[in-house]
C-alpha cells in the first residue's frame, strides 16, 4: 500500500541531530511545507535548522495526488459568502502566485511537471457550477464552463481552470532538499516558545516553525477543536484512459481522476478519521465498472487535516506564543496552499509586511459550523465507554478494517495493531493496544 512516488525518487538521507543546537529559526516538519520554508529562509539567508521524527516527506506528502492548482473545489463563491470579495481575491492571487513560483522552480528540475487545466464537476448541479464561474467572474479570473467531460458517467458540466500543473513531489522534493540543514529521526518530545527537546539534544532558537501536519500544542492556539483530520483513498489503474485533465467533483463524497505518466489515479472513498467510508472497497468496484480491462498496480490513502472555514492557518500560533508560529489546515490543497505558507511565514520571521498575514491568520473568527460538529465528535469520543482510548486526549479508538489500524474520530490520530503511532496530534507511540 505504497505510493507511486516512492517508486522513482531517490530521496537524499540526514543524521539525526546529535548534541545540543542554536539557531535563528527552527523548523518542525519534514513535509513540503517545512522544506519549503527551510529553502526561502535559506534563500533570504537566515540561519535556520529543520528536524524531521522520521524521514523527510514520510507523511502526509507523500500521499498527495499533486496537483498544482488554486481550483480547490467550488471554493470562491463560498469565500466572497464568508470573507468578502477582496479576501477571495487575496486567496486566489496567493495559490496563484504560488502555482507561478512552481513553474520557475521546476524548469531547472527533473520532477515530471506538467501543465494541465484543472476542472471541477458536477454530476446534477449545474446550479453550482454556474454560481461558482460567477463568482470567478467577480474577481477578475477568467475560468470556462465546458459541457462535457472525458469521465466514465454523465456530468452537467464543469468549471475549467486552465494552465494549472501537476508534477512529481517526491522528485521536487529531493532536488529542493539537497544542501539544506535537516536533521532527520529527531523528534520533538517537548515544545514551548523558543525552546523545544528532541532525543538528541536540546534546541534554542528565537522563531519556531510548526509545520508536522497537525500542531502538537494542545494549550495554545485551541488546534483540537479548529481542526479534525479526513481519510482519501487512491488506486493507481494501468491500461486506463487519458483523461486529459485533473478532474475533481464538487460533491465532498465524490471522484477525483488524473493520469500520471501511463497510469490513471482515481480516489475517493472518503470519510473523517475514525468514520467509516468506501474507501478502496468502493474503488475498485467502480474501476471493474468503468474500466475493465485496467489492472490495479498501486493503493495508497492520505490524511489530511481541515480547517473551520476552508481556509489554512499560517501565521504565529496564538496571541500568548511569541516567536512560534504554525502552517496546518491545509483543506487537502496542500501543494499549493504550502508555497503560500512559506512565503508568509519567511516573511513573518523576516518582520515583513505580508498582504496574506490577516487572511490565514489562525486567530481569525472561529464561529463557524464545522466547530460545533468538532466539538459533538470529541464528546462522542470522550463518552463511548470502550477500549482502546487516544493518548492524545482520551477519545475512544475506532478499528479500521481496511487499514488494520486504531482511528480516533476526534483529532485524527492513528495507531497500528501493536499500538505504535501512525498519525498524530497523539505523540505517544510506546502505548500498546
Avoid at 69 to 87: A, D, M, N, P
Avoid at 88 to 109: F, I, K, T
Avoid at 172 to 197: D, M, N, Q, Y
Avoid at 205 to 225: M, Q, R, S
Amino acid at each position: 500500500m505504497e505510493p507511486i512516488w516512492l517508486r522513482s525518487a531517490r530521496m537524499p538521507q540526514f543524521a539525526p541531530l546529535r548534541s545540543d543546537l542554536k539557531t535563528d529559526v527552527l523548523i518542525i516538519g519534514g513535509g513540503i511545507a517545512g522544506i519549503l520554508c527551510a529553502w526561502k529562509l535559506k534563500q533570504a539567508g537566515v540561519d535556520y535548522a529543520l528536524v524531521e521524527a522520521d524521514r523527510i516527506s514520510s507523511g502526509t506528502t507523500k500521499g498527495t495526488t499533486a496537483k498544482i492548482t488554486s481550483q480547490h473545489g467550488l471554493i470562491y463563491h463560498k469565500l466572497i459568502r464568508e470573507f468578502g470579495v477582496e479576501q477571495a481575491r487575496l486567496y486566489l492571487e496567493a495559490n496563484q502566485s504560488a502555482l507561478e513560483e512552481y513553474r520557475a522552480l521546476c524548469r531547472d528540475m527533473d520532477c515530471d511537471f506538467v501543465e494541465k487545466d484543472a476542472f471541477v464537476y458536477s454530476r446534477d448541479n449545474r446550479q453550482k457550477l454556474e454560481r461558482e464561474l460567477a463568482a470567478l467572474e467577480r474577481l477578475g479570473f477568467a475560468a470556462g464552463l465546458v459541457e462535457e467531460v472525458p469521465l466514465p458517467f454523465p456530468t452537467v458540466g464543469a468549471v475549467r481552470f486552465e494552465r494549472q500543473a501537476q508534477f512529481h513531489p517526491l522528485k521536487f522534493i529531493a532536488a529542493l532538499a539537497k544542501g539544506l540543514r535537516i536533521f532527520e529521526h529527531t523528534k520533538v518530545l517537548e515544545l514551548s516558545p523558543g525552546r523545544a527537546v528532541t532525543h538528541g539534544g536540546i534546541i534554542s532558537a528565537e522563531n519556531i516553525i510548526v509545520a508536522g501536519h497537525f500542531p502538537i500544542l494542545n494549550k495554545h492556539g485551541g488546534y483540537f477543536l479548529k481542526l479534525y483530520q479526513h481519510r482519501t483513498y487512491m488506486l493507481a489503474l494501468k491500461n486506463a484512459p487519458d483523461v486529459r485533465g485533473m478532474y475533481l467533483d464538487e460533491d465532498k463524497k465524490g471522484l477525483t481522476f488524473r493520469n500520471e505518466g501511463d497510469l490513471l489515479l482515481l480516489g475517493g472513498g472518503s470519510h473523517r478519521t475514525g468514520r467509516q467510508g468506501g474507501g478502496w472497497r468502493e474503488l475498485a468496484r467502480l474501476a471493474g465498472q468503468w474500466y475493465p480491462a485496467a489492472r490495479e498496480t498501486a493503493r495508497w490513502a492520505a490524511q489530511d487535516c481541515m480547517s473551520l472555514d476552508s481556509v489554512p492557518y499560517v501565521g504565529p500560533y496564538s496571541g500568548r506564543t511569541s516567536g512560534l508560529y504554525v502552517a496546518s489546515g491545509f483543506n487537502k490543497w496542500g501543494i499549493t496552499s504550502s508555497m503560500a505558507a512559506a512565503g508568509l511565514l519567511t516573511d513573518l520571521v523576516l518582520k515583513r509586511d505580508n498582504p496574506y498575514e490577516a487572511l490565514f491568520s489562525p486567530s481569525r473568527r472561529i464561529l463557524r459550523p464545522q466547530l460545533a460538529l468538532n466539538g459533538l465528535e470529541a464528546v462522542l469520543g470522550l463518552l463511548t465507554p470502550t477500549v482502546p482510548r487516544c493518548p492524545h486526549m482520551g477519545c475512544a479508538l475506532k478499528y479500521n478494517a481496511a487499514e488494520h489500524s486504531w482511528d480516533c474520530p476526534c483529532h485524527g490520530s492513528r495507531f497500528d495493531e501493536s499500538g505504535a503511532l501512525i498519525d498524530n496530534p497523539a505523540s505517544d507511540d510506546k502505548k500498546r493496544i
